[in-house]
């Protein structure tokens, strides 16, 4: 797998747990407007409620000030539901710009089918720019960072690098976590001496963990 179907592959699992994680959020913020929903308004649980010199001259409420306590709330809009939506519907959008996706109603699924059936390099270097960018603003607004692991002291892959530092990418299950530099060192294309195949000048250093951390 190349460097560009690797970051796509990243990418599309990074999204994942991020939309994973709004949907929880889109749940919670529902059952949080139900239960409003069911509360009382404010005016029935006024200690004032009944007593003359608040309500007239009666000590029972009027029928049209119960009717206008009693009336119901308009729900609060979930904008976590909302972003979600918007999420998903992007992606049913890139799904759409790729012929060989698969027909289905999941479309992180098709443009995650898809990845490594694309044969042209710019068209992988553009999924992965769709579903990094929405991954960011996603992570950005449930307040999450990237999904990585820091570890020191291992000597990045890339031997032109000097750097001993390296991410581990571990969204997504582990047979597709990756490894990044910590310094985000770059491939310099034919000759560079870091391994992978289909090396592209200026494209982020990536390898599969498996290929890096051998006893992992």
């Given at each position: 797998m190349t460097p560009h179907h690797l970051h796509a592959t990243a990418a599309a699992w990074s999204l994942k747990t991020a939309l994973e994680h709004l949907a929880q959020l889109a749940d919670d913020?529902?059952?949080h407007i139900a239960a409003e929903a069911l509360e009382a308004p404010a005016l029935l649980h006024s200690p004032a409620w009944g007593r003359r010199h608040t309500l007239g001259g009666h000590g029972d409420p009027t029928p049209g000030l119960a009717a206008v306590t009693t009336a119901p709330?308009?729900?609060?809009?979930?904008?976590?539901?909302?972003?979600?939506?918007?999420?998903?519907?992007?992606?049913?959008w890139l799904a759409l710009q790729?012929?060989?996706?698969?027909?289905?109603?999941?479309?992180?699924?098709?443009?995650?089918?898809?990845?490594?059936?694309?044969?042209?390099?710019?068209?992988?270097?553009?999924?992965?720019?769709?579903?990094?960018?929405?991954?960011t603003c996603v992570r950005a607004a449930?307040?999450?960072?990237?999904?990585?692991?820091?570890?020191?002291?291992?000597?990045c892959p890339n031997p032109r690098c000097a750097q001993r530092r390296i991410h581990i990418q571990?969204?997504?299950?582990?047979?597709?976590?990756?490894?990044?530099?910590?310094?985000?060192?770059?491939?310099?294309?034919?000759?560079?001496?870091?391994?992978?195949?289909?090396?592209?000048?200026?494209v982020a250093h990536i390898w599969p963990r498996a290929a890096v951390l051998h006893a992992a």
């Amino acid at each position: 797998m190349t460097p560009h179907h690797l970051h796509a592959t990243a990418a599309a699992w990074s999204l994942k747990t991020a939309l994973e994680h709004l949907a929880q959020l889109a749940d919670d913020e529902a059952a949080h407007i139900a239960a409003e929903a069911l509360e009382a308004p404010a005016l029935l649980h006024s200690p004032a409620w009944g007593r003359r010199h608040t309500l007239g001259g009666h000590g029972d409420p009027t029928p049209g000030l119960a009717a206008v306590t009693t009336a119901p709330r308009a729900p609060r809009r979930n904008r976590w539901a909302d972003m979600h939506t918007r999420s998903l519907r992007k992606l049913d959008w890139l799904a759409l710009q790729l012929p060989t996706a698969p027909a289905g109603p999941n479309p992180w699924w098709r443009i995650y089918d898809t990845i490594p059936r694309v044969t042209n390099a710019a068209t992988a270097a553009a999924i992965t720019r769709h579903l990094a960018d929405e991954d960011t603003c996603v992570r950005a607004a449930v307040g999450c960072g990237p999904q990585r692991e820091l570890l020191d002291d291992i000597a990045c892959p890339n031997p032109r690098c000097a750097q001993r530092r390296i991410h581990i990418q571990t969204a997504g299950p582990p047979e597709v976590w990756t490894v990044i530099c910590a310094a985000g060192c770059r491939c310099v294309g034919q000759g560079c001496g870091c391994g992978m195949p289909g090396a592209v000048k200026g494209v982020a250093h990536i390898w599969p963990r498996a290929a890096v951390l051998h006893a992992a």
